[in-house]
């Protein structure tokens, strides 16, 4: 299992965790489903919800593909920013540049298609950037795909992780190549894993990781 670790803007790196018990993976951008303390990650999920449902109480998102157009722009003032993308940085210019960065260095490390990269994610009636996310690679020989998600602080508990998750969901699902889309959390309850049960993953196991040790693993298959 890999995780995107990502430096937090205190600096704490690698074994930081948000509120939602995901942990901060690699670039600010992409938050696996581990770790605790930001406000929007997950719990055990009930086995028959659907990725259709729960959409109505949502924020409306959109995501905006990081790639060296955008760092050129982001490296700009906010206006540049807001008249290339539609939507502005507000007060977090400081931490999506280091969020760009970030990301596109992992990706430089580990190429994919750009489908399965990182995102900034902006509120489309407010046209506010207010988090980021991804996946943590394209879709493996199993079909398998991992997601990750953060909601930059001064945004969290509105929904945004939700909506994130939801949309990294359904675009994986709507690819063609993925079988299997999975993200992993502590092994506790707590705000990450009711995200991940809104969305429709179940929790399916536990697995080992690195860094951390144990974690469950959450799982959406379609049709199962």
């Not at 990650?41 to 924020?59: D, H, I, Y």
């Not at 807001?82 to 977090?92: D, F, H, K, V």
């Not at 489908?115 to 950037?129: I, K, N, R, S, T």
């Amino acid at each position: 299992m890999k995780f995107l670790v990502m430096r937090n803007s205190r600096g704490d790196g690698l074994s930081s965790y948000n509120r939602q018990g995901q942990r901060r993976s690699i670039h600010l951008i992409f938050l696996s489903a581990i770790g605790p303390s930001s406000p929007h990650f997950l719990m055990p999920v009930l086995a028959n919800v659907r990725p259709q449902e729960r959409r109505s109480s949502m924020p409306s998102i959109r995501l905006i593909r990081i790639d060296d157009s955008l760092r050129r722009v982001a490296q700009e003032t906010s206006g540049d920013f807001g008249r290339a993308y539609g939507a502005s940085l507000g007060e977090s210019q400081a931490v999506v540049r280091e969020v760009v960065s970030q990301t596109l260095a992992l990706l430089s490390k580990a190429p994919r298609a750009p489908e399965w990269g990182g995102f900034l994610a902006a509120d489309q009636e407010q046209a506010l950037v207010i988090g980021t996310c991804g996946f943590t690679h394209g879709p493996e020989a199993d079909g398998t795909v991992e997601i990750a998600y953060f909601t930059f602080p001064e945004f969290e508990g509105r929904g945004y992780a939700t909506a994130m998750a939801r949309e990294l969901l359904d675009r994986a699902l709507q690819s063609g190549a993925v079988r299997e889309v999975v993200a992993f959390t502590l092994p506790e309850r707590n705000a990450s894993t009711r995200i991940l049960e809104k969305v429709g993953l179940r929790l399916v196991g536990e697995a080992h990781d690195t860094e951390v040790g144990r974690v469950w693993r959450w799982s959406y298959r379609p049709g199962v």
